[in-house]
């Protein structure tokens, strides 16, 4: 069975400051990572897939199936990064993206 | 374009009792899924629903079912309500069930049991 773990409920920086959300997982197969984000009084969306290995608002992830790790990081966090990060994945083979499992979730809180 | 739209945004229901959510999926999608959030949980699926068939399922009881429209829109039926029903439900849609289209998911309906 699928399991994704992210350790930290809450996680605070500085504005400017470095992040790194963490994120574990295990399945035995061949997986496909996401991480999803919630900002405040909207709804869950998209941040990025590891497949499409693209940086999206700055933020980047790198697959690493030696640690089985989708760690999400970000060089200079802005206040408007303050959000509820969940990290999530799938079976890779095309007929499972609707079915994704899902951490608990990171609270980011960027101060000023 | 509305996205993905759930209705009701709240329901409260006593133990027992059966409850159906609905939800309309972003134009152009046609694959429905449907999630289960409880508070300081992330979500974790329920089924999803293709071509007006459930096409997957997580570990949920039969008292959970589901029905999807020839207009892709979809239901979400929880018959026997426990407390521990008690959550936000999610719908997310897609386009078909392969992996070029990412989940959209809708605000979610709060329901609560008393």
């Known amino acids: 069975a699928q399991r994704v773990t992210q350790p930290e409920k809450l996680l605070s920086v500085f504005k400017g400051a470095p992040v790194e959300l963490k994120c574990n997982y295990s399945y035995s197969g061949s997986p496909e990572l996401f991480w999803y984000v919630q900002y405040s009084r909207q709804r869950l969306q998209l941040l990025l897939r590891h497949i499409s290995r693209e940086s999206i608002k700055g933020f980047t992830a790198d697959l690493n199936k030696g640690e089985t790790s989708f760690h999400l990081k970000k060089p200079f966090a802005q206040e408007e990064d303050s959000a509820m990060y969940y990290c999530a994945l799938t079976t890779a083979g095309g007929t499972s993206y609707g079915k994704l499992t899902f951490g608990q979730g990171t609270i980011l809180t960027v101060h000023p | 374009d509305a996205g993905v739209t759930q209705s009701p945004t709240h329901l409260i229901k006593t133990r027992g009792q059966q409850v159906t959510l609905r939800c309309s999926p972003k134009s152009g999608h046609d694959t429905v899924s449907w999630y289960q959030q409880a508070l300081g949980q992330g979500p974790q699926f329920i089924f999803q629903?293709?071509?007006?068939?459930?096409?997957q399922r997580g570990n949920f009881p039969d008292r959970f079912s589901g029905h999807q429209f020839p207009n892709y829109s979809s239901e979400l039926n929880v018959n026997a309500l426990w407390l521990g029903d008690s959550a936000l439900y999610l719908c997310?849609?897609?386009?078909?069930?392969?992996?070029?289209?990412?989940?959209?998911f809708g605000n979610g309906t709060r329901l609560t049991v008393t």
């Open positions: 629903y293709y071509e007006e068939e459930e096409r």
């Open positions: 997310a849609s897609s386009y078909g069930t392969g992996g070029n289209s990412p989940l959209h």
